[in-house]
C-alpha cells in the first residue's frame, strides 16, 4: 500500500491477510511480502513497514505472527491529534464492537 496523507490529516488504513491453500490440499504458501508506505504530498516518507517471509521461513513464521490464527493483520493510524486524543477517539468510535 502507498497513501499519501494531505497535512492535517489523519489517515487510518488497515491490512490483512489470510493463510489458505485454494486447492484445498492444507498446504503453506510459499511466501509473503507486503510493504505499507505513508508519504507526504511531496513523496517523503513519514512510515515504512516492509516485511518478506520465504518458502524456507514460512510455515514457523506464520505461526509466531499469526499465533496460529492463520491471519495477519495490521492498522496504522497517522496523525497529528495529540496521542490522548487519538486513543479516545478510537476507543469511543470502537465502544460498540464486542472484545475489543
Known amino acids: 500500500m502507498d497513501v499519501v496523507a494531505q497535512p492535517g490529516s489523519t489517515v487510518a488504513l488497515g ?4 493463510m489458505h491453500d485454494p486447492a ?5 504458501s510459499r511466501s509473503l511480502a507486503s510493504e505499507t508506505v505513508i508519504r507526504r504530498p511531496d513523496g517523503r516518507p513519514i512510515c515504512v513497514e516492509r516485511f518478506a517471509i520465504s518458502a524456507d521461513e514460512a510455515a514457523d513464521a506464520w505461526r509466531a505472527l499469526s499465533s496460529g490464527a492463520g491471519t495477519l493483520g495490521a492498522l496504522w493510524i497517522c496523525s497529528p491529534l495529540p496521542s490522548p486524543r487519538l486513543v479516545d477517539a478510537m476507543r469511543a468510535g470502537l465502544a460498540c464492537v464486542p472484545s475489543v
Do not use: H, S, V, Y
Open 15 to 18: 491490512d490483512a491477510f489470510l
Open 24 to 28: 484445498g490440499r492444507g498446504e503453506a
